[in-house]
């Protein structure tokens, strides 16, 4: 058995019972591969795989021509409530998706002792 807490920082498989709720944010699939951010009572948080603003319009509110045009890549996350999950699937060792989890790394301060 695995516990959500081992996988949270991998990137996991995941399908949706509704995919309906999710085209305003630009998920139209109904399962995908998504960063797992964590989890809370409400359900999963995810990274969206890709927010572009396209910056089209100068301060006037007149087009820009295309070379002008600005992309701006906007990192967010998004939430899968439990009721919504259909199933999850992790790989553990597979290179690229099992990523080392954040609560696994080394802070703080070490001790050497003198010789």
Same mark, same amino acid.
């Given at each position: ?8 920082? #991998? %990137? %996991? ?14 998920? /139209? ?9 964590? *989890? !809370? ?17 100068? !301060? ?5 021509? /295309? ?9 967010? !996350? ?5 009721? +919504? ?5 992790? *790989?553990?060792?597979?290179?690229? *998706? #099992? ?10 301060? +070490? %001790?050497?002792?003198? #010789?």
């Amino acid at each position: 058995m695995i516990k959500i807490d081992k996988i949270i920082g #991998d %990137i %996991i498989f995941i399908s949706f019972k509704n995919i309906e709720c999710f085209k305003d944010i630009g998920i /139209a699939n109904t399962s995908g591969h998504f960063l797992l951010k964590g *989890y !809370d009572q409400l359900g999963l948080w995810l990274e969206h795989p890709g927010l572009v603003i396209l910056n089209n319009e100068d !301060d006037a509110g007149n087009p820009l021509p /295309a070379h002008k045009q600005i992309k701006e890549n906007i990192p967010a !996350d998004f939430i899968v409530s439990w009721d +919504n999950v259909n199933t999850i699937m992790q *790989y553990p060792e597979r290179e690229g *998706y #099992d990523l080392p989890s954040e609560f696994d790394k080394n802070f703080g301060f +070490n %001790i050497k002792d003198k #010789d």
